[in-house]
Protein backbone atom coordinates (compact mmCIF):
# COMPACT_ATOMS: atom_id res chain seq x y z
CA UNK A 1 0.00 0.00 0.00
CA UNK A 2 2.93 2.28 1.26
CA UNK A 3 4.78 1.91 -2.17
CA UNK A 4 1.16 2.22 -4.24
CA UNK A 5 0.57 6.10 -2.16
CA UNK A 6 4.01 6.85 -3.10
CA UNK A 7 3.68 5.82 -6.90
CA UNK A 8 0.84 7.79 -6.54
CA UNK A 9 2.09 11.01 -5.09
CA UNK A 10 4.82 10.79 -7.68
CA UNK A 11 2.82 11.00 -10.74
CA UNK A 12 0.69 13.49 -9.43
CA UNK A 13 4.10 15.56 -9.09
CA UNK A 14 5.03 14.79 -12.56
CA UNK A 15 1.56 16.04 -13.41
CA UNK A 16 1.72 19.21 -11.90
CA UNK A 17 5.76 19.76 -13.38
CA UNK A 18 4.48 18.92 -16.73
CA UNK A 19 1.60 21.48 -16.67
CA UNK A 20 3.96 24.12 -15.12
CA UNK A 21 6.46 23.31 -17.62
CA UNK A 22 5.09 22.69 -20.78
CA UNK A 23 1.40 24.84 -20.42
CA UNK A 24 2.22 27.90 -18.22
CA UNK A 25 5.42 27.78 -19.20
CA UNK A 26 4.73 27.69 -23.28
CA UNK A 27 2.32 30.08 -22.86
CA UNK A 28 4.26 33.01 -21.62
CA UNK A 29 7.27 32.08 -23.74
CA UNK A 30 5.18 32.23 -26.57
CA UNK A 31 3.93 35.49 -25.33
CA UNK A 32 7.68 36.81 -24.51
CA UNK A 33 8.97 35.59 -28.24
CA UNK A 34 6.16 37.67 -29.69
CA UNK A 35 7.65 41.12 -27.73
CA UNK A 36 11.22 40.16 -28.19
CA UNK A 37 10.26 40.00 -31.95
CA UNK A 38 9.50 43.49 -32.09
CA UNK A 39 12.21 45.18 -29.90
CA UNK A 40 15.02 42.67 -30.93
CA UNK A 41 17.88 45.51 -32.17
CA UNK A 42 18.95 42.58 -34.83
CA UNK A 43 17.19 41.91 -37.83
CA UNK A 44 14.34 39.19 -37.42
CA UNK A 45 15.76 36.63 -39.80
CA UNK A 46 16.62 32.94 -40.46
CA UNK A 47 20.33 34.10 -40.65
CA UNK A 48 22.03 36.98 -39.10
CA UNK A 49 25.66 39.30 -40.21
CA UNK A 50 27.96 37.69 -37.63
CA UNK A 51 30.11 40.91 -38.25
CA UNK A 52 27.31 42.54 -36.70
CA UNK A 53 28.92 41.57 -33.60
CA UNK A 54 32.75 42.61 -33.11
CA UNK A 55 33.65 39.84 -31.00
CA UNK A 56 33.34 37.34 -33.89
CA UNK A 57 36.80 38.16 -35.24
CA UNK A 58 38.58 37.92 -32.34
CA UNK A 59 37.11 34.16 -31.96
CA UNK A 60 37.66 34.00 -36.32
CA UNK A 61 41.04 35.42 -35.82
CA UNK A 62 41.93 32.70 -33.09
CA UNK A 63 40.14 29.52 -34.54
CA UNK A 64 43.18 27.48 -34.88
CA UNK A 65 44.11 27.72 -31.13
CA UNK A 66 40.75 26.54 -30.63
CA UNK A 67 41.62 23.95 -33.11
CA UNK A 68 44.44 23.10 -31.64
CA UNK A 69 42.69 22.44 -28.33
CA UNK A 70 39.94 20.38 -29.64
CA UNK A 71 42.51 17.84 -31.34
CA UNK A 72 43.19 16.58 -28.09
CA UNK A 73 39.69 16.11 -27.34
CA UNK A 74 39.35 14.79 -30.44
CA UNK A 75 41.32 11.53 -29.47
CA UNK A 76 38.85 10.55 -27.23
CA UNK A 77 35.59 10.97 -29.69
CA UNK A 78 34.18 7.79 -28.56
CA UNK A 79 34.14 8.25 -24.84
CA UNK A 80 32.91 11.65 -25.37
CA UNK A 81 29.05 11.72 -24.47
CA UNK A 82 26.20 12.15 -26.59
CA UNK A 83 23.95 15.24 -26.56
CA UNK A 84 21.16 13.11 -25.30
CA UNK A 85 23.37 11.95 -22.35
CA UNK A 86 23.43 15.02 -20.84
CA UNK A 87 20.23 16.66 -22.45
CA UNK A 88 17.52 14.02 -22.21
CA UNK A 89 15.07 16.08 -23.32
CA UNK A 90 16.70 15.58 -26.60
CA UNK A 91 16.60 12.15 -26.82
CA UNK A 92 14.08 12.37 -29.24
CA UNK A 93 15.98 14.72 -31.71
CA UNK A 94 18.77 12.28 -31.29
CA UNK A 95 19.38 9.04 -29.39
CA UNK A 96 22.16 7.33 -31.65
CA UNK A 97 26.29 8.33 -30.74
CA UNK A 98 26.71 10.07 -33.69
CA UNK A 99 25.98 13.82 -31.81
CA UNK A 100 29.00 13.85 -29.78
CA UNK A 101 29.64 16.72 -27.39
CA UNK A 102 32.13 18.57 -24.95
CA UNK A 103 30.28 21.46 -22.82
CA UNK A 104 31.51 24.76 -21.53
CA UNK A 105 29.02 26.48 -20.70
CA UNK A 106 25.75 25.72 -20.22
CA UNK A 107 22.82 28.33 -19.58
CA UNK A 108 25.89 30.55 -17.70
CA UNK A 109 27.19 27.20 -15.40
CA UNK A 110 30.41 26.74 -15.91
CA UNK A 111 32.14 23.57 -16.73
CA UNK A 112 34.96 23.82 -14.73
CA UNK A 113 36.57 20.61 -15.61
CA UNK A 114 36.01 20.46 -19.17
CA UNK A 115 37.23 24.35 -19.25
CA UNK A 116 40.50 23.29 -17.83
CA UNK A 117 41.88 21.29 -20.61
CA UNK A 118 40.78 23.85 -23.60
CA UNK A 119 41.87 27.78 -21.27
CA UNK A 120 42.77 29.63 -24.35
CA UNK A 121 39.14 28.60 -25.81
CA UNK A 122 37.50 29.47 -22.28
CA UNK A 123 39.10 32.66 -22.16
CA UNK A 124 38.14 33.34 -25.62
CA UNK A 125 34.16 32.34 -24.91
CA UNK A 126 34.28 34.00 -21.56
CA UNK A 127 35.03 36.99 -23.42
CA UNK A 128 31.56 37.48 -25.78
CA UNK A 129 29.21 39.73 -24.28
CA UNK A 130 25.80 37.67 -23.54
CA UNK A 131 27.17 34.38 -23.85
CA UNK A 132 25.41 31.57 -22.12
CA UNK A 133 25.88 28.24 -23.79
CA UNK A 134 29.42 27.23 -25.16
CA UNK A 135 30.55 23.55 -25.97
CA UNK A 136 32.01 21.28 -29.43
CA UNK A 137 29.21 20.30 -31.15
CA UNK A 138 30.67 16.81 -33.21
CA UNK A 139 28.81 15.54 -35.92
CA UNK A 140 29.54 11.86 -37.14
CA UNK A 141 29.80 10.77 -40.52
CA UNK A 142 26.36 10.52 -41.86
CA UNK A 143 24.56 11.92 -38.62
CA UNK A 144 21.14 13.66 -39.80
CA UNK A 145 19.79 16.24 -37.13
CA UNK A 146 15.56 16.46 -38.57
CA UNK A 147 13.86 19.47 -38.55
CA UNK A 148 13.25 20.91 -34.76
CA UNK A 149 13.26 24.54 -33.67
CA UNK A 150 15.20 25.65 -30.74
CA UNK A 151 13.42 26.01 -26.94
CA UNK A 152 13.87 30.35 -26.66
CA UNK A 153 13.62 33.50 -29.14
CA UNK A 154 15.89 34.88 -26.46
CA UNK A 155 19.36 33.85 -27.46
CA UNK A 156 20.65 33.78 -30.77
CA UNK A 157 22.56 30.76 -32.16
CA UNK A 158 26.60 31.34 -33.01
CA UNK A 159 28.87 28.39 -34.81
CA UNK A 160 32.32 28.59 -35.35
CA UNK A 161 33.47 25.91 -38.15
CA UNK A 162 36.74 24.20 -36.78
CA UNK A 163 36.45 20.93 -38.96
CA UNK A 164 34.54 20.79 -42.00
CA UNK A 165 34.60 17.91 -44.07
CA UNK A 166 36.45 17.93 -47.40
CA UNK A 167 32.93 17.76 -49.23
CA UNK A 168 31.56 20.30 -47.26
CA UNK A 169 28.42 20.90 -50.04
CA UNK A 170 27.41 17.84 -48.21
CA UNK A 171 27.77 18.94 -44.71
CA UNK A 172 25.21 22.03 -44.47
CA UNK A 173 22.29 23.15 -42.54
CA UNK A 174 18.68 24.42 -43.12
CA UNK A 175 17.27 27.48 -41.60
CA UNK A 176 13.64 27.87 -42.71
CA UNK A 177 13.56 27.81 -46.35
CA UNK A 178 17.51 28.90 -46.76
CA UNK A 179 20.65 26.81 -47.01
CA UNK A 180 24.19 26.85 -45.85
CA UNK A 181 27.62 25.46 -45.24
CA UNK A 182 30.25 25.69 -42.99
CA UNK A 183 34.26 27.23 -43.87
CA UNK A 184 37.11 26.31 -40.95
CA UNK A 185 37.60 29.56 -39.44
CA UNK A 186 34.39 30.97 -40.18
CA UNK A 187 31.50 32.40 -38.40
CA UNK A 188 27.87 31.70 -38.99
CA UNK A 189 24.83 33.05 -36.76
CA UNK A 190 21.09 32.35 -37.08
CA UNK A 191 18.07 32.30 -35.13
CA UNK A 192 17.09 28.87 -33.60
CA UNK A 193 13.64 29.61 -33.09
CA UNK A 194 13.22 28.95 -36.63
CA UNK A 195 12.52 25.73 -37.94
CA UNK A 196 16.08 23.91 -38.67
CA UNK A 197 17.70 20.61 -40.10
CA UNK A 198 21.48 19.37 -40.30
CA UNK A 199 23.08 16.89 -42.39
CA UNK A 200 26.45 15.39 -42.49
CA UNK A 201 26.35 13.39 -45.75
CA UNK A 202 30.05 12.73 -45.69
CA UNK A 203 32.26 10.64 -44.19
CA UNK A 204 34.05 12.74 -42.15
CA UNK A 205 33.22 14.35 -39.05
CA UNK A 206 31.72 18.07 -38.52
CA UNK A 207 32.72 20.15 -35.69
CA UNK A 208 31.97 23.69 -34.76
CA UNK A 209 32.28 25.73 -31.16
CA UNK A 210 28.74 26.18 -30.88
CA UNK A 211 27.56 29.42 -28.72
CA UNK A 212 24.12 31.08 -27.60
CA UNK A 213 24.26 34.43 -26.68
CA UNK A 214 21.90 36.69 -25.67
CA UNK A 215 19.40 38.45 -28.65
CA UNK A 216 20.51 42.16 -28.00
CA UNK A 217 17.15 43.80 -27.09
CA UNK A 218 15.67 47.28 -26.43
CA UNK A 219 14.93 48.55 -22.91
CA UNK A 220 12.99 47.33 -20.78
CA UNK A 221 12.69 44.41 -22.87
CA UNK A 222 16.20 43.02 -22.72
CA UNK A 223 15.83 43.30 -18.50
CA UNK A 224 12.50 40.51 -19.59
CA UNK A 225 15.18 38.62 -21.70
CA UNK A 226 17.45 38.30 -19.21
CA UNK A 227 15.07 37.27 -16.01
CA UNK A 228 13.93 34.48 -18.62
CA UNK A 229 17.11 33.20 -19.22
CA UNK A 230 18.54 33.46 -15.60
CA UNK A 231 14.71 31.04 -14.76
CA UNK A 232 15.86 28.92 -17.69
CA UNK A 233 19.13 28.09 -15.82
CA UNK A 234 17.13 26.55 -12.82
CA UNK A 235 14.62 24.74 -14.92
CA UNK A 236 14.33 21.18 -14.10
CA UNK A 237 15.78 20.03 -17.63
CA UNK A 238 18.98 22.77 -17.14
CA UNK A 239 19.15 20.97 -13.80
CA UNK A 240 19.27 17.48 -14.96
CA UNK A 241 21.78 18.01 -17.86
CA UNK A 242 23.82 19.53 -15.20
CA UNK A 243 23.63 16.72 -13.12
CA UNK A 244 24.27 14.42 -15.81
CA UNK A 245 27.14 16.39 -16.83
CA UNK A 246 28.97 16.27 -13.40
CA UNK A 247 28.48 12.18 -13.98
CA UNK A 248 30.04 12.55 -17.16
CA UNK A 249 32.90 14.50 -15.52
CA UNK A 250 34.36 11.88 -13.58
CA UNK A 251 34.52 9.70 -16.69
CA UNK A 252 35.96 12.14 -18.77
CA UNK A 253 38.47 12.89 -16.04
CA UNK A 254 40.17 9.77 -15.86
CA UNK A 255 39.83 9.75 -19.33
CA UNK A 256 41.63 13.08 -20.77
CA UNK A 257 44.36 12.39 -17.65
CA UNK A 258 45.80 8.97 -19.24
Known amino acids: MKNASENKALLNFLALK ?12 AWLENIIARYSLVENTYFLDPSNFTWTTEL ?4 QII ?5 VILKFTDQLPSLHDISQCDYGLSHDN ?3 TYFLYGYGIKMHQNCQYCPATTQLIESVAGMKTAFFSILLPGKHIPEHRGPYKGVLRYQLALKVPEDREN ?5 GNEFACWSEGKSMMFDDSFPHEIWNSTDEI ?3 LFM ?8 PVSLLNHLLIYLIRWSPFIQDAYRNQK ?5 LERILQN
Open 18 to 29: NFIVYQVGTKTI
Open 60 to 63: ENNW
Open 67 to 71: RKELD
Open 98 to 100: QWK
Open 171 to 175: CRIRV
Open 206 to 208: RVI
Open 212 to 219: DIVRPCKF
Open 247 to 251: KWDKR
